[in-house]
């Protein structure tokens, strides 16, 4: 049986957000997206504890690419980890120092890896580069040297060389990029090949200080990540001696959240798995920075979509459809993610726990496709115009909406900071 014909388990907002999630739909139209700066706040601090000082700890952008989203989590002790020269902006405009950021990702294109050098040029690099192959190097390598970096007073490029694991993720097929037939990342001989040939042939202007691995999003065990760990591990203490500078793994990140109930390793489960690992290493062959890369972990609960109901049918149960969807929220289209769903209202009044006994529903978006749905939830008799919020949206809605069918960009809203972050484009009625 398809997993989403089963109702999710989601966060139950307290009574005074629930209230502020109806606001917040009322005010700004619906659909909205909404973040609760107390419960991202929470989440960060519980990254912090689990990481703390000196781990360096790079939000990952991609999950939620909103300016004032990823202003609010870098202010919390993050820097900003980009795949593009796109989202290395969104950084900047959201104050980060490119001291603080790091360039990573498969499809880096000759223009991202030159803004990197010219960031060097100009005496202000980037935390570092990850290299994903051979020929990235080389290029990388050729477009420093035409800079002159590591010479007249120009610093080096640090990079770090991203470390296929060759694992199986305890995930989605499509979220583990851990695994060996992935396209992300080199096998330990193409890494330590790499690394060698960077310290032939890289002179002063790139310094190799480390290696790089991601494993997967949303991992239901802390197996695959331990293992993967253990081998980049290996991977730098064979490279370490005589080589100083190759001082750092950063181990991604990949911390699940997942609907209430179904069990899942917190932040500080991965974390407890490290000092044996670096104890099982000479002290002179383990890493001496060490990073992760949250993103999912730091901001998915704290983020509410507030759709309207549009039409309520009978289909051998009842079935509803919302003005949000795919557009708004792709991952259950895209791979069959899913989303719990909470009434805000029914039958035009606030939803509490003296409303009618909920009914396992089907709930559907807008578009015009029939992938465009939401799974079975246990939602209470519903009408047009009601509101439901969809929980656990703050990661990878925003950053992955699109306008397909014409659809303009929903609002962001931020909970304790009242202000629209991305305003929807006004639209002509035809």
Same mark, same amino acid.
């Given at each position: ?13 307290? !009574? ?59 202010? *919390? ?23 603080? $950021? ?18 060097? &040029? ?31 007073? *120009? ?74 760990? *253990? ?16 001082? +750092?793994?950063?181990? #991604? #990140?990949?911390?699940? $959240? ?25 002290? %002179?062959?383990? !890493? ?8 999912? &972990? ?28 795919? +557009? ?11 989303? !719990? ?30 992938? %465009? +749905? ?11 115009? %009601?509101?439901?919020?969809? =929980? ?17 960009? =929903? ?7 009242? &202000?629209?972050?991305?305003?929807? !484009? ?5």
């Amino acid at each position: 049986m398809d997993a989403r014909s089963e109702p999710s388990i989601g966060p139950e907002p307290s !009574p005074e957000l629930a209230a502020a999630l109806r606001g917040a739909g009322r005010r700004f139209g619906t659909p909205v997206h909404v973040t609760d700066v107390a419960t991202l706040d929470r989440a960060a601090a519980a990254v912090r504890d689990a990481f703390p000082d000196p781990w360096i700890r790079q939000y990952s952008v991609k999950a939620n690419d909103v300016v004032a989203i990823v202003s609010e989590v870098t202010a *919390r002790g993050f820097g900003a980890n980009g795949v593009s020269r796109g989202e290395w902006a969104v950084a900047r405009r959201a104050g980060v120092p490119n001291a603080r $950021i790091s360039l990573e990702g498969v499809g880096k294109t000759d223009a991202d890896l030159r803004a990197a050098v010219r960031a060097a &040029a100009d005496g202000d690099p980037l935390r570092w580069v990850a290299v994903e192959s051979a020929d990235e190097a080389e290029r990388l390598t050729d477009l420093a040297r035409r800079a002159a970096l590591g010479r007249s007073g *120009r610093p080096p490029l640090d990079v770090l060389v991203r470390l296929n694991p060759d694992v199986a993720p305890e995930t989605l097929p499509g979220l583990a990029v851990g695994a060996g037939a992935s396209k992300f990342g080199l096998t330990e001989t193409e890494a330590t090949g790499v690394v060698e040939w960077l310290g032939a042939n890289a002179g002063d202007g790139i310094r190799a200080r480390g290696i790089h691995l991601h494993v997967g999003s949303q991992l239901r065990a802390v197996d695959a990540w331990r293992d993967a760990v *253990r081998r980049g591990l290996a991977v730098v203490g064979l490279l370490r001696p005589g080589n100083a500078d190759f001082d +750092t793994l950063d181990v #991604g #990140g990949g911390f699940p $959240i997942l609907p209430l109930g179904e069990p899942a390793p917190d932040a500080s489960r991965f974390a407890r798995e490290l000092p044996d690992l670096l104890e099982s290493l000479p002290e %002179d062959r383990r !890493p001496t920075r060490l990073a992760i890369e949250p993103g999912r &972990a730091l901001v998915a609960r704290a983020g509410w979509i507030v759709a309207r109901v549009l039409h309520v049918r009978e289909r051998g149960g009842p079935l509803v459809v919302l003005d949000a969807g795919m +557009t708004e929220v792709i991952r259950p289209a895209l791979y069959g993610a899913r989303h !719990p769903i909470v009434a805000l209202t029914s039958f035009g009044r606030e939803a509490d726990g003296t409303t009618a006994e909920p009914t396992p529903t089907r709930v559907e978006g807008p578009v015009c496709e029939s992938t %465009d +749905t939401l799974g079975v939830h246990d939602l209470p008799p519903l009408r047009r115009g %009601d509101l439901v919020a969809i =929980a656990d949206t703050g990661a990878y809605a925003a950053s992955l909406t699109s306008t397909y069918n014409g659809r303009p960009r =929903a609002p962001q809203v931020l909970i304790g900071i009242d &202000a629209v972050l991305r305003r929807a !484009p006004r639209t002509r009625a035809v």
